[in-house]
């Protein structure tokens, strides 16, 4: 499956989140790019200053539009167009953060079939976003990393994690 | 699986504004369009794209607000700084060479990208040999490019910039500020054409030796990204100049055999 990840960054910086992760994991880590298309095994990262869409034909589309909940990249355009692009085979983590940004997204996953999981806020290092994501998608469920990562491992192939 | 009603109807509703107003979003980025059109239907507390499309063809007075939520105005002056910076250091030493230049600044919006230019131009000794071509599908954002004011607010923001991308002069020089906005001096634009123009259905209209076109195409679908790079190749001189913003590129399309890298990490390309 293709995993996609946005991390809130400062916008006038390069982000290095791809060449932290990528000798830390046995998957290939890269920016996403224009219009690239969505490859399985794969983990992508949102660049800083640009929301990541999904189109339905599977590509990637970045947009400048303006920041959502002050955030470019924001996890709510993401979650919006990848629900409406995957429906149910769609999962949706919210970690530790210090924004609701997720939130309304998460429960559009739900919405749409897919599956919603947030980290437990007693152990995220930020609870706000967490705490944020269940009160507006309170069927969500609740783990947290070590499960999270047990879970995610005992994954099969078929769905896509954003 | 079948269609979703909802894009059922989103796909007539881009039918119905390409055939009523001849503006074409059709083979855009649908992820994008559809965001802001459900911005537009809360705006105009529409329930449906059907309801829009009902008001969109019956009222033709909404149209022009229904524009702005199609087409991104979202920009600031010496966006990326290091593209700037790159440009005058890089690409004006080449432009230098030639007695007069064309640069054509697509998908303009509400100018400010034109106003960074025109400085930059000015600072390199490059403006009086110049003629830029300022141009946009949205006809209000191009007043706005034309009128060269700016609020107030976002002047801290635009001098940062400036600074960063190597300016030689402060960006103070370059308006006079007044109610709450900076109103740009407009000997920066006395030799810029603004036009109406449209990557997806207009043609070629002059030599270009460099095209900035940043943060337009990410709103294109791949097989409209290759008509802009059409146009694009047409319209430059051999060895003219292609900047495009700082995600976007040439790699995913037919015509990247047409350019070479000049700059790759700031994506100026150098046509063939």
């Known amino acids: ?162 | 699986m079948p269609d979703k009603t909802e894009d059922i109807e989103l796909t007539l509703l881009l039918e119905a504004i390409y055939r009523k107003y001849h503006y074409d979003f059709r083979d855009y980025a649908m992820a994008s369009i559809k965001r802001r059109l459900k911005q537009a239907c809360a705006y105009f507390e529409c329930e449906t794209y059907s309801q829009l499309q009902d008001l969109i063809l019956h009222d033709e007075s909404v149209f022009p607000r229904m524009l702005s939520y199609l087409t991104v105005q979202v920009s600031e002056m010496f966006r990326d700084p290091s593209y700037f910076l790159a440009l005058r250091e890089k690409v004006l030493p080449h432009l230098h060479t030639y007695p007069s230049l064309k640069v054509w600044i697509a998908g303009c919006s509400t100018g400010e990208e034109l106003y960074s230019l025109a400085i930059l131009f000015r600072e390199e000794g490059l403006e009086d040999r110049t003629m830029f071509y300022a141009t946009d599908i949205n006809t209000e954002a191009l007043k706005k490019a034309e009128a060269g004011v700016f609020a107030m607010d976002r002047i801290p923001l635009f001098t940062e910039n400036h600074r960063k991308s190597g300016g030689k002069t402060s960006l103070s020089d370059y308006y006079t500020a007044a109610y709450g906005a900076a109103v740009f001096d407009k000997t920066l634009r006395q030799k810029t054409v603004f036009s109406d123009h449209s990557l997806v259905s207009d043609a070629v209209f002059a030599e270009m030796h460099f095209i900035s076109c940043r943060n337009v195409l990410i709103y294109f679908s791949r097989e409209l990204q290759n008509r802009a790079f059409h146009l694009f190749t047409e319209s430059l001189a051999h060895r003219g100049f292609l900047g495009l913003g700082s995600k976007e590129n040439i790699n995913f399309s037919k015509y990247r055999d047409a350019f070479q890298d000049f700059s790759r990490v700031d994506r100026i390309y150098q046509k063939v």
Request: include cysteine; glycine fraction near 4%; aromatic fraction near 6%.
């Open chain 1, 1 to 162: 499956m293709p995993v996609i990840v946005v991390v809130h960054l400062p916008r006038d910086k390069e982000s290095v989140l791809s060449e932290i992760f990528s000798p830390k994991c046995k998957l290939p880590v890269v920016e996403v790019q224009d219009k690239e298309p969505i490859m399985n095994g794969t983990i992508y990262i949102a660049p800083p200053d640009y929301h990541v869409l999904i189109e339905k034909n599977r590509f990637f589309s970045l947009s400048s539009e303006e920041p959502v909940i002050f955030s470019r990249p924001s996890i709510d355009v993401l979650f919006e167009t990848a629900a409406d692009a995957y429906g149910s085979a769609l999962m949706g983590i919210v970690l530790s953060g210090a924004s609701p940004d997720g939130a309304a997204g998460l429960k559009e996953i739900a919405d749409a079939g897919g599956l919603a999981i947030v980290q437990d806020p007693a152990t995220a290092a930020a609870s706000v976003m967490p705490e944020a994501a269940l009160l507006s998608c309170p069927t969500a469920q609740i783990m947290d990393l070590r499960r999270l990562s047990d879970y995610l491992k005992s994954f099969s192939e078929t769905r896509v994690c954003a």
